[in-house]
């Protein structure tokens, strides 16, 4: 276990939902609390409830520079960097063959590249910490629901980097966990539920049909912080899942042979009446803030 009081965190996509959660826990913990986000007022707002030596930056995952910035000012004023939980991700509902391709991409862009991004920058500072690295993964690595294939490639692609980098670096001290969580009471998720035809599509598919409390989440994550797990699973039945992979599949196609042919109908109904962007955009307030910053607005 490792004291979170003094240790310096760092956290993307820390504007709102799970990021925005564990920031305040870990701030209640004792740990000094460096936010980057998309959204500046948001980002003040929980700066201020993590106490006044939080501190927050504007930066996108998906601008090199940008993150660039913002890591070097948060070494720059606190010295060191501790942790890292790379969270930052959007989610963007949509059948692949009637999505808009630029958003598809732009979810494997934040959601995966944003991550390695993320790694990449603060690695050298949790090299002289010795410190520890935290990837969001999702349950969507493991079951994949259709309507969310940029996502579920994204997830799991964070679980193989994050099982890749643990062996890669845990001889230079620095620890790695990957984090698999559920469907949890957020923005995003709450998003995704609002839309007229995938949100019927998550609730439909076995396994994915339940949405769990934030503060249950917050836990898990923050003990798997505070003892730098090598995996943080929100249940904990997602970890006996892994187990049983290759059925996974079979389960989701048996479970889907009626709906999803049903749903495909109906997006394209969607994209007729709302548009492509405004059908297949990312969910929910941070989706939206995504959007703009990709539209340089």
Known sequence: MSPLPGQVVLVTGASRGIGAAVARRLAQEGATLALVGL?????KRVAEDCGPDAGWWEADVTDTESLRTAVESVVARYGRIDVVMANAGIAAPGFSRSMDPKVWERVVD????????TVHLTLPYLLESKGYLLLVSSLAAIVRIPGLASYNVAKAGVEAMGDTLRVELKHLGVRVGVAHMTFVDTDMVRGVDEHPVFGKVRTGVPLA???YPLEFAVEKFTDGIRKRRRTVHVPGWIGAMKVFR??????IEAGS????PRADQAALADIEARGLAESTRASG???RADAAKAAGR
């Open 209 to 211: 049909g339940k949405v």
């Open 39 to 43: 959204e500046p007022d948001e980002l």
């Open 257 to 260: 042979r009626f709906s999803v």
């Open 246 to 251: 290759w059925l996974i599949p079979h389960v």
């Open 110 to 117: 934040v959601n995966l590249v944003g991550v390695w991004r």
């Open 285 to 287: 307030a941070g989706g």
